[in-house]
């Protein structure tokens, strides 16, 4: 049984430039949410995803986009990448209605250089 | 303005005793708390969770404990082993509002 999956593992990029990162959730889990880990900090949430549907919005700037397939699978974009976007960003999915926790993939490390 | 804090940021304990982490919260609010390990290189990892009706949940070798009236929980791992050595996370939300409210996390040590 396939837990979350997150792709690429790391990447590297320049100030400006713009980042799609992507999530698999585990098998059965229909919902899937992005945290931002900054260095020494708790992740925090950004966004989470439900029927294709951005349901619910941390405090990030209008950069921070996301989108989810048919599949369940989604996807986090990040347009011009400021030095302050460096951070450890985790997919976590779950199973709306159910009072049960949300899974954490193992992340991709993003480095703007 | 950080609603869930973990103020120890470190902390060592000797193999086979017991280890409690602290957490404190600032929301009346959060109805649902979580804690979360995590290794270096990996995403967190579920341990155990505890709903506001509740005061104590055990799984295992973790307990949580919750005091809603002093906004404070705790996780207690007894015995500790080595392989207990990670970050921990503590986290709070508000059931239906699907978003995790995470701590700074407390690094343990489990000396053998």
């Known amino acids: 049984d396939a837990g979350v999956t997150q792709s690429p593992t790391h990447l590297i990029k320049t100030r400006g430039q713009q980042v799609t990162l992507r999530c698999s959730p585990k098998s059965g889990h229909d919902t899937v949410s992005w945290y931002q880990q900054a260095l020494g900090q708790g992740p925090q949430f950004i966004f989470q995803y439900y029927e294709e549907e951005e349901r619910q919005r941390g405090n990030f700037p209008d950069r921070f986009s996301g989108h989810q397939f048919p599949n369940y699978s989604s996807e986090l974009n990040v347009n011009a990448l400021l030095l302050g976007d460096s951070a450890l960003y985790l997919c976590?999915?779950?199973?709306?209605?159910?009072?049960?926790?949300?899974?954490f993939g193992d992340g991709t490390r993003l480095s703007i250089l | 303005d950080q609603q869930v804090k973990q103020n120890s940021p470190s902390l060592s304990v000797q193999e086979g005793r017991i280890s409690i982490l602290n957490c404190d919260y600032t929301?009346?609010?959060?109805?649902?708390f979580l804690w979360y390990k995590k290794y270096p290189a990996e995403g967190p990892t579920f341990l155990i969770s505890?709903?506001?009706?509740?005061d104590k949940n055990e799984d295992g070798r973790f307990t949580v404990f919750l005091n809603k009236s002093a906004k404070h929980l705790s996780l207690h791992i007894v015995p500790s082993q080595p392989g207990d050595s990670a970050v921990y996370f503590c986290a709070a939300s508000v059931v239906g509002t699907y978003k995790y409210i995470f701590g700074t996390g407390t690094r343990l040590k489990v000396l053998a």
């Open positions: 976590a999915s779950s199973s709306m209605g159910q009072s049960q926790p949300q899974h």
């Open positions: 505890i709903s506001s009706i509740k």
């Open positions: 929301n009346s609010m959060f109805d649902y």
